[in-house]
């Protein structure tokens, strides 16, 4: 089923006196099925920021438009915004925006609170959330007493509480070390495997191998694309570095 279409999606911000333009999206349409787990890539300037912004709620495009699961972003009213974005999406940033005055389980719970939910319902969501990603003994703690990783999993299970339509990763490993990034990327494959619908957008050819899909952006359109099928994680980092190194060449990918 598909839970997500951008259907010629387009922006164009303009300079504040009106004397230039720049076109950051020039007409990008794909479709997410909901279980998926896809990875856009691409140059910076290339546009996947503006997109991801887009799809967050968080910018409006200049024309196409964005369906989540039926429904038109471009539909829901200035006032719903912040309701919807808690409602439908999962974030998961690369400086992991944690409140360091409150404790990781306090962090986690965060959207449910502001969505009035009951303590006994908090706690409920919680556990299993928590166990499966292994911070269960660290929930009390505060952000600035657990290493990089630790925080990535805290904020992974605070874009996973909500039970959300689609987690929007923006450059997840981006903030981490090597190992942390290799078991953060185990930890979307597992939240993958048991459902949950995955959109990264991300510089790092080893975090978008572990995806089932990648989309390349290029001057603001989708210009290429990749499929897992049978390749494993190796041998579809191969696929994603040569389709790189043609697009910093700028040649066709076949």
């Known amino acids: 089923m598909e839970i997500l279409k951008v259907s010629d999606l387009k922006k164009t911000y303009t300079s504040r006196m009106g004397g ?3 076109q ?3 007409g990008v349409t794909f479709s997410v099925e909901e279980g998926e787990y896809v990875a856009i890539m691409g140059e910076s300037g290339s546009g996947k920021t ?3 912004n887009i799809l967050a709620a968080l910018d409006k495009p200049t024309g196409g438009s964005v369906m989540l699961d039926e429904k038109n972003l471009a539909e829901v009213k200035d006032s719903a915004l912040a309701s919807f974005r808690r409602e439908n999406l999962g974030f998961v940033f690369q ?3 944690l409140l360091d005055t409150f404790s990781l389980r306090d962090n986690i719970l965060l959207p449910l609170v502001l969505s009035g939910k009951s303590v006994a319902e908090m706690k409920e969501k919680l556990a299993p959330i928590a166990a499966s990603l292994g911070i269960e003994k660290i929930l009390d703690k505060y952000p600035y007493e657990v290493s990089g990783g630790q925080k990535q999993r805290a904020a992974a299970a605070r874009a996973l509480i909500t039970h959300p339509k689609i987690i929007l990763a923006d450059e997840p490993t981006g903030a ?3 190992q942390s990034s290799s078991d953060l990327l185990r930890v979307f494959e597992q939240m993958n495997r048991d459902g949950q619908t995955i959109l990264m957008v991300t510089h790092s050819t080893d975090a978008a191998s572990h995806a089932n899909r990648v989309l390349f952006i290029r001057d603001g359109v989708v210009f290429h694309q990749i499929y897992r099928g049978d390749c494993t994680n190796e041998q579809l980092y191969q696929k994603i570095s040569d389709t790189l190194t043609m697009l910093r060449k700028g ?3 076949r």
């Open 20 to 22: 230039s333009q720049v």
């Open 24 to 26: 950051a999206l020039k």
């Open 50 to 52: 503006t997109l991801l």
């Open 95 to 97: 400086e992991f925006n």
């Open 176 to 178: 981490l070390d090597s």
């Open 251 to 253: 040649g066709e990918v």
